[in-house]
């Protein structure tokens, strides 16, 4: 099992979403970040006057999947967070070591 972390622009949610969804995704835990990358932040205009904004804002996806659709997953994150501009993200493949759901007692693949 591995899981897979996204850090996409949040206005991509929804887009990324539906596409994971068409794959046969049924659940993800999504949270609200800050960060920067390369970019260092922008440069931003507010009544005239120039400020910048370092932390930007994001949208992080946590999916846990067997091995096998984890290239699709990525590639379905990669094609549907693409905006061909800086700050689009960055997706991370992690291994998880085992995952017990807690309602039913389930362990490994069956309690994803």
């Known amino acids: ?13 929804e887009e990324v979403r539906e596409a994971l969804a068409a794959i046969g995704i049924s659940g993800m835990t999504v949270c609200e970040a800050k960060g920067f990358g390369r ?9 005239g006057a120039e400020y910048a904004v370092n932390m ?3 949208v992080r996806l946590e999916i846990v999947a067997g091995d096998e ?5 990525v590639e379905t994150i990669r094609d549907a967070a693409n905006t061909e501009s800086i700050g689009d993200g960055k997706i991370f493949v992690l291994e998880v070591g085992g995952v017990t ?4 007692g389930e362990t490994g693949e069956l309690a994803i």
């Open 1 to 13: 099992m591995k899981m897979v972390v996204a850090i996409i622009k949040p206005f991509k949610l």
């Open 39 to 47: 970019q260092k932040g922008q440069t931003e205009i507010y009544r």
């Open 56 to 58: 930007l804002p994001k």
């Open 69 to 73: 659709i984890v290239p699709k997953i």
């Open 101 to 104: 759901r807690i309602r039913t």
